[in-house]
């Protein structure tokens, strides 16, 4: 598959949803980037109560990653290629002044964990971590910003505290192919999620792969990119795929399904590069709705 074909796929599930997350400006030197927190989070809140007041150690600037478990969670164990969904706070080591906080804003921080688009200190000290908790990071300043000031807040060579809340871990799915192409939509529920029913006009938040039945390879994948599709289900115009406006009505956040889809019930392309009668294979994790 092109990456035309490809472009074609998240222009129809992302662009014409106006409503998305935008995460785009996720980076391994950014303080920390809020999205759009999911109505219904797929995965246990965090055991944690509210915003934490974050205590420096004593002792001076850490020199090594200090790693510092406040609350054990009891859900999923984060690892490298995971999508996880955060709160935290950060505070400088030197006075302990506060320079973000999630919780401010009344919104989570999502990212994709290994991939570089945090600071090294989050990429290696939520590894491990399992949702439901809450985690104290004491980094130092090579494993955060460096020498690099960020804004007036954070002066080159700052060490920083933060306390983390790990609300939800989401892992992508093995795409499987299909053995032949079909003539009918298919919808198999391969994890069972329990949280808010899907209706026509929920505001859904998912990750999703797609293949095509044909060669097998996937040609367009939100978790390569961080950033989920969120549309309205059944919305009129459509903002997704006939296949998943019909398929997702009545799953639950929290459900992984696979959808093998005829043609006619997925990518409308008159450019050819996604053949008419393709039948396409996409993998779906409901993250949230709304």
Not at 20 to 43: C, Q
Not at 166 to 182: F, K, M, R
Request: aromatic share 6%; with cysteine; net charge negative.
């Amino acid at each position: 598959m092109t990456r035309r074909a490809s472009l074609l796929f998240f222009a129809l599930i992302i662009g014409l949803a106006a409503c998305s997350s935008d995460s785009s400006t996720l980076a391994s030197e950014s303080v920390p980037t809020t999205v759009d927190e999911p109505a219904e989070s797929a995965l246990p809140e965090t055991s944690g109560e509210g915003k934490p007041e974050v205590v420096i150690p004593d002792g001076p600037a850490p020199v090594e990653l200090e790693i510092d478990d406040l609350i054990d969670g009891n859900g999923k164990t984060a690892a490298a290629g995971d999508y996880l969904v955060m709160h935290y706070v950060g505070v400088r080591h030197s006075d302990g002044g506060q320079f973000d906080a999630s919780w401010d804003r009344g919104e989570t921080f999502s990212f994709i964990l290994g991939r570089g688009q945090v600071i090294q200190g989050w990429d290696q000290g939520i590894a491990g971590m399992k949702a439901g908790g809450r985690r104290q990071l004491s980094i130092p300043a090579d494993l955060g910003y460096g020498d690099k000031a960020r804004g007036e807040n954070i002066p080159a060579n700052s060490a920083l505290v933060f306390v983390v809340d790990l609300v939800a871990v989401a892992t992508p799915p093995d795409i499987e192919n299909a053995p032949e192409p079909v003539t009918e939509l298919e919808v198999v529920l391969l994890e069972d999620g329990d949280g808010e029913v899907i209706e026509a006009g929920t505001i859904v938040e998912l990750h999703y792969r797609a293949i095509l039945q044909t060669n097998g390879e996937v040609f367009a994948s939100s978790w390569e990119t961080g950033q989920p599709a969120v549309f309205e289900v059944a919305a009129n115009p459509s903002q997704s795929i006939p296949a998943w406006d019909q398929g997702l009505v009545g799953r639950r956040v929290g459900d992984t399904i696979r959808m093998v889809i005829p043609a006619g019930l997925g990518v409308a392309d008159q450019t050819g590069q996604i053949p008419a009668d393709a039948t396409i294979i996409t993998e779906l994790t409901i993250l949230g709705a709304r």
